[in-house]
C-alpha cells in the first residue's frame, strides 16, 4: 500500500525558509505566489511536495517537485516523490524516467533504496491491475511481487513487506501471502508498544495484513483507526482504498465502504431573478429555502469536493455551503472577472458582490476558463459548464470516488447555449448521477407553467465557437536537401492525406504550409482519435525505405477553446481565428517527437464528453513556445496503450 516517504534526508538542509501552509488552499496559494521557487529549499519543496501527495493532488506535487528538482537537482528525495507523484497521477512514464535517474545513484544500503524499490513495485503493481489475464499480466505481477520482497530484504520495513504480501495473494500463492502477512503483523505490533508517535499507514498495514489473514475484526478495527488518524489526508486514504479494491474478494467484506471516500460535485444552477424579468424563476425571497435544500443535499451525498462557476443565487449559495462544511470548492470563471460581475453578479446588488469577493477569497482554487473579455457570447458559459465537469471527473478519478452533479434549476426553463438546463442535459445523457433541486416546486407547487424571457446577449458581438485546434509539423525538416523534397511531398504528405481519407469525422477546416499541418475540429474526442491516428501512421512507416531519414517523426500539439469563426479574406474560404488557435499553435513547438500534447483544457473537455478511450497523462506546467507564458500540458494516449 502507497504511503509518503520515510526516507532519511540525504543531506543536510537548513529550515525551510518558507513554512508549508496547513491546508490545501493554503498550499495552493502559497505555490503560486512562489516568485519561481528560488527562495524554497530542498526541504521545502519536498515538504510542499509530500503534502499535496496527502491533500489527493498528485499533479500538484509533481509540478512543485519538478520544480524542485530544478532548483535543486542533487536532492534525491525530491526525484523520489516526484516519481512517486507521477505514479499516483498516472504519469508512469514519467515516473518510470525519474527513478531511472534515481537508482543509478543510490547504494543497496542507501534508506531511499527500498522507497525506489517499492515504487518500482507499485509501477509494476498499476500495470498488473490495467493488464486484461494474460502472460503479460502475470509478468507484470510478479515483477512487482519482487520489487516490493527487495525492498523489504533491504530496509525490513512493515511498507514493502505487506505489499509484497498482498501480491503473493493476487498471483495465488497464497501459503507466502499468510506467511508473510502474519510476519508483518508481528512487527508492526512491535513497533506500536516501542513507538511513541505512530505512522497512520502502520494501522492501515495492521488493517490489511489482518484482511490477508481474514480477520475481519481486527481488520475493521485497525482500518477505522487509521481513517481516524489519515482525516483529510485524502491522498493518503485513496490508495488505502485502492489496494483495498485489488484484493475485493480476498478479503472480508464490508472494509470497502468503511474506507470510503466523500463525494465530487459539480454544481449548476439559476442565478437570482434580474430586475426585468416578467416571469419568476429564483425570486431573492426564495433563497432561504434554496439553502437549506442545498445544504441538506450536500450532507445527505457526503460532499467534500466541488466544482462550480460563482454567479449570484444558486452558486453563491452552493459555494457558501461547502464552505460551511469544510469540503474542498474549485471555482472556475468563464472569462474576465469584472465582465462576470457586471454579468452575472453586480445586478443582483451590493450585498452579492460582498458575497461573490468573500466565496472567491475563501475557495480552495480560483481559476478561469479564457483569459478574454465576455464579448456577448454566451458559448463561454457552455465552455466553463463542460470545463467545470470535466475538472470534477478527473479530480473523481484521481481519488477513484464517486461523482454528482447537483442542480438549482426550473425544470420548465427552456435550453439555452450555456444554461443551467443545458449542463444538466449533457451530464444526464451520459448516464452520470445527477440530483435536481426543484425551484419550481419551492417556489410554488401550483403555479402554471410559463417559459422564460429570453437571455441578455449582445447582438453587435461576432459569436465563437467552440473548437479544437490541432498542429503539428515534421521533425527534422529544415535539415532535408532540396533533393528531399519530392519525397516529402509524397510520402510525409501523403502519410498524412491518408490518415485524413480514412479519418471517421472530416475537419471543419484543414490547411497546410511547409510540413506544417493544421486542422480544427468540431468535436474534442474525434479530433484526439485523429491525432492518435497521425501519430501512429509515422511511427510505423519505415521511412529509410521512402528516401527520408529513418529517424523522420512529427510532434502534434492540441488545444480546445473559443475561436472566432469568418470568411478569410486571403484564402476565401472559412478559417478560425482568436487566442486559442495562438495557444494550440505554440503547444506543438514544445511536444516531443513522436508524441501528442494537448492543454489541460482539452483534457477537461475529453473527459466531460466521456471519452474513455482516451487517457492524458499529466506533464506539468511548459513554457510555450515564442514566450506565449506557461501551460499545463498532458500527453495523450489511448487508454489500452502501454506508457
Known amino acids: 500500500m502507497p504511503r509518503k516517504t520515510q526516507a532519511s534526508r540525504t543531506a543536510k538542509q537548513a529550515r525551510p525558509r518558507r513554512r508549508t501552509p496547513v491546508d490545501l488552499r493554503g498550499l495552493i496559494a502559497a505555490w503560486e505566489q512562489r516568485a519561481g521557487g528560488a527562495d524554497w529549499d530542498a526541504a521545502a519543496f519536498c515538504d510542499a511536495g509530500r503534502r499535496a501527495l496527502e491533500y489527493g493532488y498528485p499533479t500538484l506535487a509533481y509540478e512543485i517537485l519538478r520544480h ?212 419568476p424563476r429564483f425570486p431573492a425571497a426564495l433563497e432561504p429555502k434554496v439553502t437549506r435544500a442545498v445544504a441538506a443535499a450536500l450532507e445527505e451525498c457526503d460532499a467534500g469536493f466541488g466544482y462550480c462557476s460563482a454567479a449570484c443565487g444558486a452558486d453563491i449559495i452552493f459555494i457558501e455551503q461547502m464552505l460551511k462544511r469544510g469540503a474542498e470548492v474549485h471555482v472556475i470563471l468563464p472569462f474576465a472577472q469584472q465582465d462576470f460581475l457586471e454579468t452575472s453578479v453586480g445586478f443582483a446588488g451590493p450585498q452579492w458582490t460582498r458575497r461573490f469577493h468573500a466565496a472567491l477569497r475563501h475557495a480552495t482554487s480560483v481559476s478561469r476558463a479564457v483569459q478574454e473579455q465576455y464579448l456577448g457570447d454566451d458559448i463561454l458559459f457552455e465552455y466553463t459548464a463542460a470545463l467545470t465537469q470535466g475538472a470534477a471527473l478527473l479530480r473523481a478519478g484521481q481519488l477513484e470516488t464517486g461523482v454528482l452533479q447537483l442542480a438549482v434549476l426550473d425544470p420548465l426553463d427552456p435550453e439555452r447555449r450555456g444554461g443551467t438546463q443545458s449542463a444538466v442535459n449533457a451530464w444526464e445523457q451520459l448516464g452520470r448521477p445527477s440530483r435536481n433541486i426543484d425551484l419550481r416546486a419551492l417556489r410554488d407547487a401550483g403555479a402554471p407553467a410559463r417559459r422564460a424571457s429570453a437571455p441578455l446577449t449582445s447582438p453587435e458581438a461576432a459569436h465563437r465557437e467552440i473548437k479544437t485546434m490541432l498542429f503539428a509539423d515534421m521533425v527534422g525538416f529544415s535539415r532535408l536537401q532540396e533533393a528531399d ?3 516529402f511531398l509524397v510520402h510525409f504528405l501523403g502519410v498524412i492525406a491518408r490518415v485524413i481519407a480514412g479519418s471517421g469525422a472530416m475537419p471543419a477546416f484543414l490547411n497546410t504550409w511547409g510540413d506544417g499541418l493544421f486542422m480544427v475540429f468540431d468535436e474534442p474526442a474525434p479530433a484526439a482519435d485523429f491525432g492518435l491516428r497521425l501519430r501512429d501512421a509515422v511511427r510505423a512507416t519505415q521511412w529509410r525505405r521512402h528516401g527520408l531519414p529513418e529517424d523522420t517523426s512529427i510532434r502534434i500539439g492540441m488545444h480546445a477553446g473559443p475561436v472566432f469563426p469568418a470568411v478569410d479574406p486571403i484564402i476565401g474560404r472559412r478559417n478560425f481565428f482568436g487566442a486559442h488557435v495562438n495557444r494550440a499553435a505554440r503547444i506543438e513547438p514544445v511536444t516531443a517527437a513522436g508524441a501528442v500534447y494537448i492543454s489541460e483544457q482539452l483534457a477537461a473537455l475529453l473527459a466531460a464528453a466521456g471519452a474513455r478511450e482516451f487517457a492524458c497523462d499529466y506533464l506539468g506546467s511548459m513554457t510555450l513556445a515564442k514566450q506565449y507564458g506557461e501551460n499545463v500540458l498532458y500527453r495523450l494516449r489511448r487508454a489500452h496503450e502501454g506508457e
Open 485 to 487: 523534397t519530392p519525397a
Open 68 to 279: 524542485g528538482i530544478s532548483h535543486h537537482p542533487r536532492e534525491r528525495e525530491l526525484g523520489y516523490l516526484a516519481a512517486l507523484a507521477a505514479a499516483r497521477g498516472g504519469s508512469y512514464t514519467e515516473a518510470v524516467g525519474l527513478l531511472a535517474a534515481l537508482t543509478g545513484r543510490l547504494r543497496h544500503a542507501d534508506p531511499l533504496y527500498a522507497e525506489a524499490k517499492s515504487l518500482e513495485g507499485r509501477i509494476a503493481k498499476d500495470l498488473w491491475a490495467r493488464l486484461p489475464a494474460g502472460p503479460a499480466r502475470s509478468e507484470a505481477g510478479e515483477r512487482a511481487a519482487a520489487a516490493y520482497a527487495e525492498a523489504y530484504a533491504a530496509s525490513g520495513g512493515y511498507f514493502p513487506a505487506i505489499n509484497a504480501a498482498t501480491l503473493y495473494s493476487l498471483l495465488g500463492r497464497a501459503v507466502e501471502s499468510r506467511a508473510l502477512a502474519e510476519e508483518t503483523r508481528r512487527l508492526c505490533l512491535k513497533k506500536l508498544r516501542n513507538t511513541r508517535k505512530i505512522d497512520p499507514w502502520m494501522y492501515a498495514t495492521l488493517g490489511e495484513a489482518s484482511a490477508l489473514l481474514g480477520d475481519g475484526p481486527q481488520a475493521e478495527h485497525w482500518y477505522q483507526r487509521a481513517m481516524r488518524a489519515m482525516r483529510g489526508r485524502f491522498g493518503d486514504i485513496a490508495s488505502m482504498r485502492r489496494q483495498l479494491r485489488l484484493l475485493d474478494s480476498a478479503v472480508p467484506s464490508g472494509l470497502d465502504a468503511l474506507v470510503s471516500l466523500p463525494r465530487v460535485v459539480v454544481f449548476t444552477g439559476h442565478m437570482l431573478d434580474r430586475p426585468e424579468r416578467t416571469e
